[in-house]
């Protein structure tokens, strides 16, 4: 049957409203409901013997991928790289057998990523891939398959297909963990309680729909916006300027935020927002000083952060969007949502076609 809009003036804005139930979905498949432990589909390899995962994608999913690269880093201690596939198929790096390769793609059909996944088995890597379309060339060429359970997306952009891949990377990054003795059971259970608590927390974020607009108001009369953003909320800061440059057609880009000194810096004055992905937690500080130096230099700060964070940068934040508070480790999972949200909007205000933006496609199937 064909997927109609619903109430909603675009799909994407029916996807964007879908992240609560999408995420709880994706969970749902991985998360023991009894013992609330992941337990995941079983695979065919086993994770405690895997020395390296490489990582491949294209576009959001490539975010997604960062993020995973950075919780199988921090949580499993496993040696990871994440590279898009354009690249990674060319650069032919030389991997040891008995490796990981993830592939992560809502379609399962990106030309590039299908080439990645053939490069990955071709080098004697065990294949495994984040699909949200489990009949997709991906799914059948790979050794195992993690599904997001997204639904059909129909937005170009991609919104609910990147918080479901998330959260299966963060369930499989925890099994990983377990397998390699490098969470103890405490923590395993403090991580896993706060993922299974981000559908009700990004269904409040849906709510801030006003505010959000507010900042949206900002950002359409901007020709370039900077995203700034740390660890494992720098991917979000990419996909933040991804998303805006897609829909709405404004110049932005995503950097880590220390990086900022080393060339956006240059950038700044008061027609340039400054968007901080800053949830509390390790690098809070490191990127508040940042945030500092680019409000020494005129730039309009808007604040993503929880309650403490916000207070903390109301001094020098022209606008601040408080979130609910959620874990570090899970704050990817949250933030999204708002930025995914904001180009929305600033799409809607510029006029542009949200749903099916110039010379995009859905689903990239040649090189
Ligand atoms: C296109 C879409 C993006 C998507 C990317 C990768 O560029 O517009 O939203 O992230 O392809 O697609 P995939 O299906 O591999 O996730």
Known sequence: AAIGRGNYRHFMEKELHEHPAVIGDTLHRMVDPGTRAVALPKLPFDLAAIPRLTVSACGSAFYAGLVGRWWFETLARLPADADVASEFRYRAPPLTEGGLGLLVSQSGETADTLAALRYLRAERQHVLSVVNVPESS??????????????????????????????????????????????????????????????????????????????????????????????????????????????????AEGYAAGEMKHGPIALIDPAVPVIAITPSGPLFDKTASNLQEAAARGGRIIVFSDAAGAARLRGIAAETIVLPDVDPFAAPLLYAIPVQLLAYHVAVRKGTDVDQPRNLAKSVTVE
């Open 138 to 251: 991906m799914a059948r060429e790979s050794d195992a398959v993690l599904e997001t359970v997204a639904g059909p997306e129909i937005g170009v952009a991609s919104t609910k297909a990147f918080t479901a891949q998330l959260a299966v990377l963060a369930c499989l990054a925890i099994a990983t963990a377990r397998a390699r003795g490098a969470i103890d059971a405490a923590r395993e259970a403090a991580l896993t309680a706060s993922l299974l608590e981000i559908p009700a927390r990004a269904a409040a974020v849906l709510e801030q729909d006003a505010e959000i607009q507010r900042v949206a108001a900002i950002l359409a009369e901007a020709r370039d916006v900077l995203y700034l953003g740390r660890g494992n909320c720098f991917p979000i800061a990419l996909e933040g300027a991804l998303k805006l440059k897609e829909i709405s057609y404004i110049h």
